[in-house]
């Protein structure tokens, strides 16, 4: 396994090599290529349904990452084209452990943010390679037993048109990110644990544009998550469908679904008792749909709206323990004044388990209400650096009082972009 991450790594290394190298002249959007790379669901690690809660990301990876523009295909752009930013500053988080009102831990911090994309065309438009690379890493200065959390992202991607009217894509991809949870057994101490997963994974896509029909793509994957601890190890696989059609000259449709499932060849079962016993080893999968709708205009104030609704599905194939529907909402706005730009959004996750009962009362399901909202006010100073203010706050409510939070982190920074070319 060792040896097959480190030939991953290094084909990764050399197709993104390959395409630092050769940009060299216009601006490029990593938006579209940095949203596809993360927005994995949330996995449950360690503790028993202790979640990898992505509140920490959401800011960049759900608000910025994934609301790419209405923009043209990638045939139309130049050549060459590169971005890449680097940022920074400190801030303040309530309750970094997502901890209950009685175990709440909060903490000063400084971050530190960069992005890079570079992206080539080749065969006179017919294909393309592209490379983008993100990286999140935050201190804390007051957190037991936590110094760091951080999220490292690439995705290197290839795309080939033949045929006339098909276009196949090769994707490798790669994310490593640690991030804390609060591991204490009492009420009396805050002990926070450090959850590292490694997730390296390869997709392949059939892409296929029909007049007045919108443009459909097929999509079938591997990723391997490695996690610091070697029970959590997963491999998963998944294949969807997804339509996009431009509704008008500002607006976008997309639609999609995702089958997928996941084998924990070394990871036994969760609860020991009679029920348990000699289990076979976990297995789930599910189904996902997804809907967006994306709005956005080059003049004015308003710029941008984006709505997306997503409806998942799980089973355990060997019992009922992990069986649940999960529902995501969430709405974003952007708007622009001069040098101003505000970045406004809120979510809402809703998670209903059939049969898991809460620890508070046993007669009643687990059933969680999450809340997020975020707002980030930013001013250009310049043509390549900006300053910015950014405050989130999520919430979650539970029928096991376990399970619920109250958290806020406001961040002030600056920005400088640079090498745009």
């Known amino acids: 396994m060792k040896n097959r991450r480190n030939i991953f790594l290094l084909i990764a290394a050399l197709l993104s090599a390959l395409t630092y190298a050769l940009a060299s002249q216009t601006f490029g959007n990593d938006q579209a290529w940095l949203g596809s790379l993360l927005t994995e669901e949330d996995d449950e690690v360690i503790e028993d349904d202790f979640l990898l809660d992505d509140s920490l990301w959401a800011s960049d990876a759900s608000s910025s990452g994934a609301e790419a523009a209405v923009a043209p295909a990638p045939q139309s752009l130049s050549p060459w084209s590169m971005e890449s930013s680097v940022g920074g500053g400190f801030g303040y988080r309530e309750n970094v452990l997502f901890g209950a009102d009685n175990k709440q831990v909060d903490s000063s911090f400084q971050q530190v943010d960069f992005d890079y994309f570079a992206m080539r065309s080749f065969q006179e438009g017919r294909g393309d390679i592209a490379t983008v690379f993100f990286g999140e890493l935050r201190n804390y200065d007051s957190v037991p037993g936590l110094s760091s959390e ?84 997963f491999d998963s696989t998944f294949y969807g469908l997804e339509w996009e059609k431009r509704i008008s000259d500002r607006s976008q449709l997309t639609l999609g679904w995702e ?86 959004g809120v979510s809402m996750d809703q998670l209903d388990y059939d049969f898991r009962a809460s620890s508070d009362d046993p007669s009643v399901l687990r059933s969680d209400d999450s809340w997020r909202w975020d707002v980030e006010l930013s001013r250009k100073m310049g043509e390549d650096w900006k300053a910015f203010v950014r405050h989130e706050n999520s919430f979650k409510d539970s029928s096991d009082a376990l399970y619920e939070y109250d958290a806020a982190s406001t961040y002030i920074g600056l920005n400088w972009n640079f090498l745009s070319r």
Not at 177 to 195: G, K, N, P, R, Y
Not at 319 to 325: D, F, H, I, Q, T
Not at 329 to 344: A, P, V
Request: charged letters at 30%; zero cysteines; proline letters at 1%.
């Open 150 to 233: 951080h999220l490292l992202a690439m995705n290197t991607r290839i795309g080939m048109d033949f045929l006339g009217d098909y276009r196949g894509i090769l994707q490798l991809e790669a994310m490593h990110s640690e991030q804390a949870i609060d591991a204490s057994v009492d009420d009396f101490e805050t002990e926070a644990l450090a959850v590292s997963v490694f997730r390296p994974g390869v997709v392949l896509g059939l892409e296929r544009a029909f007049d007045g029909l919108g443009a459909f793509q097929l999509t079938y994957g591997y990723r391997n998550s490695k996690y610091s601890e070697d029970s959590e190890d």
């Open 259 to 344: 089958r997928y499932s996941e084998d924990y060849d070394r990871k036994l079962s969760r609860r020991v008792g009679e029920a348990w016993e000699g289990a076979p080893l976990l297995e789930l999968s599910g189904n996902r749909y997804e809907f967006e709708w994306l709005w956005s205009n080059r003049e004015g104030a308003f710029r941008r709206s984006r709505f997306t609704a997503d409806y998942e599905r799980e089973e355990d194939r060997y019992g009922n323990y992990y069986a649940r529907s999960k529902m995501r909402l969430r709405q974003g706005f952007e708007w622009s004044f001069g040098r101003w730009e505000l970045d406004t």
